[in-house]
């Protein structure tokens, strides 16, 4: 039976889903403010919504973008070097070891770019140590498909006969008050983090009075928070704590003693 969802580039509210069962966001460059976050994702799935994860920093990175230290190739080094950026927010979700990540090819691909693409797919998950997983048109989802790829959203006209989910369009479709495109989930297996899956991670917010920082630790993981972030984080009821001073990863442990409390 199909499972009908939406996806945003930006969160969207748990109590807002309703009869939605799934969720499509996007894990990319940390810097990026489309970036899920950890208590975002977390959220969806205790909501009983499974998660589908889209990488996308530039719509073609696939074919090769400028990187900090130059020009980087399209195919397999976009793959691996795109795999190093989405590593700590996956490491940091718990994403499961089974589930695939969709690369995505958000353009018309023709010529020799589904090849490319391919590559760029196949890199990214090995990197990773995911299913390899990708989205495109149908074009580039027929060609991934007829080389492997098992884990496919399509977009656009035409029908895929290897797509999992379909991404339509409808311009006054909002959940929340959140601009968003549909989603139809076509196969059971359809690529994304069920429900009954989540991890329970011990999670908590630390602000370092030396710095006047403030961190997301999850499991044995930190990560920097901006000023615009913490609204939401402190909306969702995470404990917080205060140290004195920065920690280093080998810390981590040690602060999960620490008792909650409220600054």
Known sequence: MPVSGVDAMVPLPVAALGPYGLVGRYVCDPANPKCVTVPEAHGYLKAGKALLLYYEDG??????????????????????????????????????????VHFAADFSVVGSEPAMVLECVQAFAAVLGLPEGGYGDVNACDYLGA??????????????????????????????????????AERADFGAWKPSSTPEVPMFLVYDQTHDAWWLVSGERKEAMSPAQLPALLAEGIPRKTVPTDFTAAELAALHEFPAGTF
């Open 59 to 100: 719509a073609m990175d696939a074919l090769g973008f400028e990187g900090p230290r130059g020009r980087v190739p399209g195919g397999a080094p976009a793959g691996k070097a795109k795999a190093e950026l989405a590593k700590p927010t996956l490491d940091a979700l718990g994403w499961p070891s089974n589930e695939a």
């Open 147 to 184: 080389h492997g790829v098992r884990s496919l959203v399509q977009f656009g006209a035409g029908v895929s006969s290897y797509r999992s989910v379909y991404q339509g369009y409808d311009p006054s479709l909002y959940v929340g008050g959140v601009q968003c495109d549909p989603l139809t």
